[in-house]
């Protein structure tokens, strides 16, 4: 197989171009903030051998470390969902689950995305947990007791297998949620 039809191939020019290109548009992300590729890497065939045998189709490279350089212990194959969320422009915030991103969060709770984002910029709070006759919400968050423990309506639903507008109409009338 030539070099230049190996499937890592464009992925390893590309890691060049924005480390070295200077007049590469992305330069200033990489090789501007001084992010270079270790001296082993430098060399194709040794990229191949420490990074094909964990690539998987439609898998991205990832450093590890943002401001990292390009090297084995700091790269690692990636989907694309896991790259949006390494990025250094994330906005961190905390939850009931820990220090994650507004994408986990939403994800995570169930709410939509931009109206987490939308509480976090304006500085309300991000997650309301309502006791009975507070529904400002058409749907809030809430946080329920289960037999697996406190979690979301969401996370209730795909444990116990009950519909969560069920467990929400339960919740909110006071029956019993399972």
Request: charged share 25%; glycine share 8%.
């Amino acid at each position: 197989m030539a070099i230049t039809t190996h499937p890592l191939y464009p992925r390893w020019v590309t890691i060049k171009r924005r480390c070295y290109g200077v007049t590469a548009p992305d330069y200033p992300r990489y090789g501007g903030r001084g992010i270079k590729l270790c001296k082993r890497w430098m060399r194709f065939a040794a990229f191949v051998e420490d990074m094909e045998p964990t690539f998987g189709s439609g898998m991205t490279l990832e450093r590890i470390d943002n401001d990292g350089d390009y090297s084995p212990d700091n790269c690692r194959w990636a989907t694309q969902k896991e790259q949006q969320r390494n990025r250094n422009n994330n906005v961190i915030i905390d939850t009931p689950w820990g220090r994650m991103t507004i994408a986990e969060a939403a994800e995570r709770s169930g709410m939509n995305y931009y109206t987490l984002w939308t509480r976090h910029q304006i500085g309300t709070p991000l997650f309301r947990p309502l006791g009975p006759g507070n529904h400002t919400d058409r749907q809030p968050l809430i946080f329920l007791d289960t037999p697996w423990g406190k979690m979301t309506r969401k996370e209730a639903a795909q444990k116990s297998g009950v519909d969560p507008q069920t467990l929400y109409w339960r919740y909110r009338n006071g029956k019993p949620l399972f």
